[in-house]
């Protein structure tokens, strides 16, 4: 009834005695004071509308959960905590940190002959093995861009001269995984992947 009274288009509001006729039919014949049945409706809207903030203030703080899950995994830690204050991210200088780049070997020719979907399965699965096992090594993973994945050790957080033994520790343990991973929807081609390192 409210939202008709305020119509932009006045012939489609109702008439003074329309509004009666419906306060009547809600009290049902019931004589009230049309002032007091306002207080209720506005009660009532009151009620719906704290609800409703409620709500979305719930909903925005499981996005806000999900956006800082998300930058923890993209940014190392003191990075994305610093963002999340917003305080400015200096670079940095390591003296010494060893990387890791690895890709598949014919890569493209599996692209080819795979569904779109069935690429995205591949490196999925790979990647979470991969993910799996650079858990239990002091290393870091950069980024992933196609079948290339990229790992750190030394860096953000310094390890002295260990960063070489934990990514060759790292690249044997993946290269025995990828000894025994089967591609789900070409179970009988394997997979065999290049690694290259560097320290400096």
Known sequence: ????????????????????????????????????????????YSSNLEDLIRE?????????????????????????????????????YFEEVTLYFSDIVGFTTISAMSEPIEVVDLLNDLYTLFDAII??????????????YMVASGLPKRNGNRHAGEIANMSLDILSSVGTFKMRHMPEVPVRIRIGLHSG
């Open 1 to 44: 009834l409210m939202k008709q009274c305020w119509s932009e288009q006045p012939e489609r509001r109702p008439t003074i005695d329309q509004i009666f006729d419906q306060f009547k039919s809600i009290n049902k014949g019931r004589k009230t004071n049309i002032i007091d049945s306002m207080l209720r409706m506005l009660e009532q």
């Open 56 to 92: 979305r203030t719930e909903e925005l703080e499981i996005e806000k959960q999900k956006t800082d899950k998300l930058l923890t995994q993209m940014l190392p830690p003191s990075v994305a905590e610093a963002l999340k204050m917003g305080t400015p991210v200096e670079p940095e």
């Open 135 to 148: 858990g239990s090594h002091d290393v870091y993973k950069v980024e992933t861009i196609g079948d290339a």
